[in-house]
């Protein structure tokens, strides 16, 4: 497996800490808003990563922090506190509004067939994590006190600008606007571990800590959490690129400070989303979501199959003219591979040919776009037989997660399954339970799901039911 690494700026093999096995996690959402496409763009890239690594043979586990405090409107330590401003938005608590935001991202996973990380935590509930992490930081002298507040100092760090591969002064032109604000600090770059003289008269999540009533900042958070949960190494890291400063190259800092010894190994970013005025992100509102691509009757899948045809270290522009063309070509392939039949023996050989060939395309740094193309070109196969085409794109799409085995949703005809029911009733009335199973047997391959209550039986999509 060759993999970018933003550590080293290049390609580079994979070699977990411990043999078969990947200990990784991915910055999750800020819940004061719901997710647009160019987060969702990152968190596909994340998945098939994830599932890439499955499909190689290694044992994943993936964490996931969901933030609901701390986040600021800019990545550093100005700007508004993002979930109070959520809250404030639409007359909600910041609790209310991190478990609607949160439900709603977790929708948008589903939809998008993206797999749940095996640990998803709320950075709200292991303050205590946080607090022994920044009293050990005080202790080793890598943090210090300030005017009631607790910043990293990072002079005391020497590879903190190895990530973002950029020099000071270059980053303290790019971050002027924050630097200036905030005089508290020793460095322009020191970053807040907690906080307690918070600007926000309204600051509603706080808790007690050796130094005050406060908040813990947004960084300490991911190396709260990963540490907890995946111990003192961890393999791969991921994020969108926006995360490599200052969020990522913060969590270097502190979490190496912390543990004595270098802590991850491969770093990894997805590149933006953009929409023809730029990056997509919340601040500058009319943002896109997966329910908006909906409403204009786009299938979220459409949208998977446009994010994989373009490498994730690559820019991507949305526009609905290529969101259109994507979904053109993913519903002509799902009625190609749809129809494939299941009876017939499979060719073993040409199983673990094309096994290879995607083993190879995925393991090049996850060329998805090389992957695709091998789902098309094990159809054009005139040798092959369908069971066999069945198996492989069955295979192929436990990475893909395209659903290109699953019929679309029946049309319900609802006279046609009352008459089916009747008749299945009549059926058990006359003790003729075979039929009855027949006719319960063929509804359900319809997609149709029977239920029997006590007073009468009803249905369901199975479609629906999975939504
Ligand atoms: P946030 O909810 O703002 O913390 O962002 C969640 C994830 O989405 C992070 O990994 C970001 O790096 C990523 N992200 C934000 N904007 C974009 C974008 N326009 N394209 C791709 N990924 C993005
Ligand atoms: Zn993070």
Same mark, same amino acid.
């Given at each position: 497996m060759q993999l970018y690494n933003t550590l080293t700026k290049q390609i580079e093999p994979f070699i977990p800490n411990e043999e078969g096995k990947v200990k990784m996690y991915t910055c999750g959402p800020t819940v004061y808003n719901y997710a647009h496409i160019g987060n969702l763009r990152s968190y596909i890239f994340e998945d098939v990563l994830v599932k890439t690594l499955t499909y190689l043979g290694y044992d994943v586990t993936r964490v996931m922090n969901i933030t609901d405090v701390g986040h600021l409107t800019s990545d550093g330590d100005t700007g508004e506190d993002k979930m109070s401003k959520g809250a404030l938005r639409e007359g909600k608590t910041v609790q209310e509004i991190a478990e609607f935001y949160t439900k709603a991202f977790l929708k948008d996973l589903e939809k998008l067939n993206i797999q749940m990380p095996d640990i998803l935590e709320k950075a709200s509930d292991h303050i205590d994590i946080y607090i022994q992490m920044i009293e050990k930081l005080l202790q080793d002298g890598y943090a210090y006190q300030k005017d009631g507040n607790v910043y990293f100092d990072i002079s005391k760090v020497d590879n903190y600008y190895q990530l973002s591969g950029k020099k000071k002064e270059e980053l303290q032109v790019a971050v002027r606007e924050d630097v200036e604000e905030d005089?508290?600090?020793?460095?322009?770059?020191?970053?807040? !571990?907690?906080?307690?003289?918070?600007?926000?008269?309204?600051?509603i999540m706080k808790w007690d800590s050796p130094w005050g009533v406060g908040y813990p900042g947004w960084h300490i958070e991911c190396s709260g959490l990963a540490c907890h949960y995946l111990g003192d190494h961890l393999d791969i890291h991921c994020g969108g690129v926006d995360n490599i400063f200052p969020h990522h190259s913060n969590e270097i800092a502190q979490s190496e400070a912390y543990l004595g010894h270098k802590w991850c190994n491969y770093w990894m970013h997805g590149e933006y989303l953009n929409d023809k005025s730029g990056k997509m992100s919340k601040s500058k509102g009319g943002i896109l979501t997966l329910s908006v691509l909906e409403e204009n009757g786009y299938n979220p899948l459409s949208y998977r199959y446009f994010c994989l045809n373009s490498h994730y270290r690559k820019p991507l522009v949305f526009s609905y003219e290529s969101l259109e063309g994507a979904e053109k070509a993913y519903l002509k392939l799902k009625k190609k591979t749809t129809v494939l039949k299941k009876e017939g023996s499979i060719d073993d050989a040409i199983v673990s040919e094309y096994d290879q060939k995607f083993k190879d395309a995925i393991s090049q740094d996850l060329n998805l776009a090389s992957a695709i193309t091998l789902v098309y070109d094990v159809l054009k196969e005139k040798q092959v037989n369908d069971a066999t085409k069945r198996k492989l794109i069955a295979m192929f799409d436990q990475v893909l997660? !395209?659903? !290109? !085995?699953e019929e679309e949703a029946v049309e319900l005809d609802q006279d046609y399954i009352l008459e089916m029911i009747q008749k299945r009733q009549l059926a058990k009335q006359n003790k003729n339970y075979e039929e009855a199973d027949r006719i319960r047997e063929q509804l359900l391959k319809e997609g149709i799901r029977l239920i029997d209550g006590r007073e009468k039986t009803t249905y369901e999509s199975i479609k629906e039911r999975e939504k």
């Amino acid at each position: 497996m060759q993999l970018y690494n933003t550590l080293t700026k290049q390609i580079e093999p994979f070699i977990p800490n411990e043999e078969g096995k990947v200990k990784m996690y991915t910055c999750g959402p800020t819940v004061y808003n719901y997710a647009h496409i160019g987060n969702l763009r990152s968190y596909i890239f994340e998945d098939v990563l994830v599932k890439t690594l499955t499909y190689l043979g290694y044992d994943v586990t993936r964490v996931m922090n969901i933030t609901d405090v701390g986040h600021l409107t800019s990545d550093g330590d100005t700007g508004e506190d993002k979930m109070s401003k959520g809250a404030l938005r639409e007359g909600k608590t910041v609790q209310e509004i991190a478990e609607f935001y949160t439900k709603a991202f977790l929708k948008d996973l589903e939809k998008l067939n993206i797999q749940m990380p095996d640990i998803l935590e709320k950075a709200s509930d292991h303050i205590d994590i946080y607090i022994q992490m920044i009293e050990k930081l005080l202790q080793d002298g890598y943090a210090y006190q300030k005017d009631g507040n607790v910043y990293f100092d990072i002079s005391k760090v020497d590879n903190y600008y190895q990530l973002s591969g950029k020099k000071k002064e270059e980053l303290q032109v790019a971050v002027r606007e924050d630097v200036e604000e905030d005089m508290h600090k020793k460095n322009p770059f020191d970053f807040g !571990l907690w906080f307690t003289t918070s600007k926000f008269q309204n600051q509603i999540m706080k808790w007690d800590s050796p130094w005050g009533v406060g908040y813990p900042g947004w960084h300490i958070e991911c190396s709260g959490l990963a540490c907890h949960y995946l111990g003192d190494h961890l393999d791969i890291h991921c994020g969108g690129v926006d995360n490599i400063f200052p969020h990522h190259s913060n969590e270097i800092a502190q979490s190496e400070a912390y543990l004595g010894h270098k802590w991850c190994n491969y770093w990894m970013h997805g590149e933006y989303l953009n929409d023809k005025s730029g990056k997509m992100s919340k601040s500058k509102g009319g943002i896109l979501t997966l329910s908006v691509l909906e409403e204009n009757g786009y299938n979220p899948l459409s949208y998977r199959y446009f994010c994989l045809n373009s490498h994730y270290r690559k820019p991507l522009v949305f526009s609905y003219e290529s969101l259109e063309g994507a979904e053109k070509a993913y519903l002509k392939l799902k009625k190609k591979t749809t129809v494939l039949k299941k009876e017939g023996s499979i060719d073993d050989a040409i199983v673990s040919e094309y096994d290879q060939k995607f083993k190879d395309a995925i393991s090049q740094d996850l060329n998805l776009a090389s992957a695709i193309t091998l789902v098309y070109d094990v159809l054009k196969e005139k040798q092959v037989n369908d069971a066999t085409k069945r198996k492989l794109i069955a295979m192929f799409d436990q990475v893909l997660s !395209l659903s !290109l !085995l699953e019929e679309e949703a029946v049309e319900l005809d609802q006279d046609y399954i009352l008459e089916m029911i009747q008749k299945r009733q009549l059926a058990k009335q006359n003790k003729n339970y075979e039929e009855a199973d027949r006719i319960r047997e063929q509804l359900l391959k319809e997609g149709i799901r029977l239920i029997d209550g006590r007073e009468k039986t009803t249905y369901e999509s199975i479609k629906e039911r999975e939504k």
